[in-house]
């Protein structure tokens, strides 16, 4: 009888685990973490009800749920309970410290860049939106200050930058005598303005878009500390731009966006690729793969509009994010367009609230496109509008061509996994991303 018990118990005991949720996040019982939250995803399998810390979870149609927790510093026991079983994990959460970091003056110094590419911030921090311009490798500088990994460049007597103290080497100051201006000259074609200015050595300049042109500075603070040349060019309603620069010769050039769709050429990047699989949905579905379906769907209908159009990356290969924007500059890219799917990461976002449709821009001459873009694949997918933002990712920042990313929907959002796992969902985002491209082409103010 005993014996028969147990037996049933065992069973009783294997049919509940077997049918008992999964969890795709955390995929260990015992983890360390510097984030703030821990983030449970996974699917239910049967008609069960879920908990986590004695909070209910909310389940989606398809079994998705999702559900985050705020750590205490050090050991967090988390419970996550079901109708058939329990299981709790571990996650200690490592104390992050932040401490102010000094700033610290010293005489002017003369430094060197040492690659192209390199970002002058307007405050000392290595993220966000505080890019000044890219400088080039051998650009003669002055700094006269540090904080933390940055030096502080002094441009002319009111215009400062910061640039990491890894991109520069320090020199002897008295190495060699200040830039002499050498010309300027002006051209203009049907689509496009350029100015150049020569120097007899490279100088830093900065970038900026205003309301009715681009206004591009060059500093020469060996010389003095007023030394400053302004080249405003005029920027037409849909525009482009760039820098190129001969060793002390620069060119400034900004282009209209063509009028004639065989002309216009639109980059898609389907995101991430191979090994790198992306963000990982509520039901374990790798980002990557949506990405791909939709952006071979969206080269279908685009060229059936007669856009000119190439693709990033056809099957599923890893490509660099550097390699994606050579792509994009070497088949002269007018319009590039990044396929996404979203995830939350560790700040207060609420699980269910961060839902839906959003697109990013980084430049200026780019949020046209994205609201436009966002308007009508909200419409397509018939998502939760998660609006236009500005952020600061690699394929975006490129001034050459209109440059958006796309986020479809968010993969760890249980409602949206019902959309995104649906049937058509990669042919509407297509519909809804194609129609937004072709709308903002045809648009005039
Ligand atoms: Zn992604």
């Known amino acids: 009888m005993k014996r028969l018990f147990l037996l049933l118990l065992t069973l009783l005991l294997f049919v509940g685990s077997a049918r008992s949720f999964e969890l795709i996040m955390p995929n260990e019982k015992k983890s360390m973490v510097n984030t703030n939250y821990a983030f449970f995803f996974g699917r239910a399998k049967g008609y069960e009800t879920i908990s986590i810390n004695d909070e209910r979870v909310y389940i989606a149609p398809n079994g998705a749920f999702a559900h985050s927790v705020k750590l205490k510093d050090g050991e967090n026991r988390i419970m996550v309970r079901s109708t058939y079983g329990m299981q709790i994990y571990n996650i200690y959460k490592n104390t992050i410290e932040n401490q102010e970091i000094p700033m610290e003056e010293f005489s002017k110094r003369k430094a060197i860049v040492k690659n192209d590419n390199v970002p002058?911030?307007?405050?000392?921090?290595?993220?966000?939106?505080?890019?000044?311009?890219?400088?080039?490798?051998?650009?003669?500088?002055?700094?006269?200050?540090?904080?933390?990994?940055?030096?502080?460049?002094?441009?002319?007597?009111?215009?400062?930058?910061?640039?990491?103290?890894s991109d520069v080497m320090l020199v002897d100051s008295d190495y060699d005598s200040p830039a002499e201006f050498l010309g300027m000259d002006s051209e203009r074609f049907k689509n496009a303005m350029i100015q150049t200015i020569t120097f007899t050595k490279k100088l830093p300049f900065t970038i900026e878009d205003n309301e009715t042109e681009i206004l591009f500075r060059v500093y020469n603070p060996e010389l003095s500390e007023d030394s400053v040349y302004n080249i405003n060019i005029p920027k037409p309603e849909k525009y482009v731009y760039s820098v190129n620069s001969e060793n002390g010769k620069y060119t400034f050039k900004v282009n209209k966006l063509t009028e004639n769709i065989n002309e216009c050429t639109v980059v898609i990047d389907a995101g991430h690729g191979g090994r790198e699989k992306g963000a990982i949905g509520c039901l374990g579905d790798e980002e990557k793969n949506i990405n791909l379906k939709i952006a071979l769907e969206l080269e279908k209908l685009l060229k059936e509009k007669g856009f000119n159009v190439v693709l990033t990356r056809g099957y599923d290969s890893e490509l660099s994010l550097k390699e994606r924007i050579q792509i994009a500059k070497d088949s002269g890219a007018d319009i590039f367009v990044s396929i996404h799917l979203n995830s939350i990461s560790d700040i207060p976002m609420n699980i269910h609230k961060n839902r839906g449709t959003s697109v990013y821009h980084f430049n200026k001459n780019s949020k046209e496109l994205a609201e436009y873009v966002k308007k009508s694949t909200t419409r397509s997918l018939g998502s939760h509008d998660d609006g236009v933002r500005t952020a600061s990712l690699a394929v975006i920042r490129p001034t050459e061509y209109i440059g958006i990313l796309v986020e479809t929907a968010y993969m760890t959002n249980p409602l949206d996994s019902v959309l995104y796992t649906s049937k058509d969902f990669a042919q509407r985002a297509a519909q809804g991303i194609c129609n937004g491209i072709t709308d903002y082409f045809y648009s005039e103010k």
């Open 120 to 165: 002058l911030r307007s405050t000392p921090v290595d993220a966000g939106l505080n890019r000044m311009s890219h400088l080039y490798e051998g650009t003669h500088l002055i700094v006269n200050g540090s904080k933390g990994s940055f030096y502080r460049v002094f441009l002319s007597k009111n215009k400062e930058g910061w640039i990491a103290k």
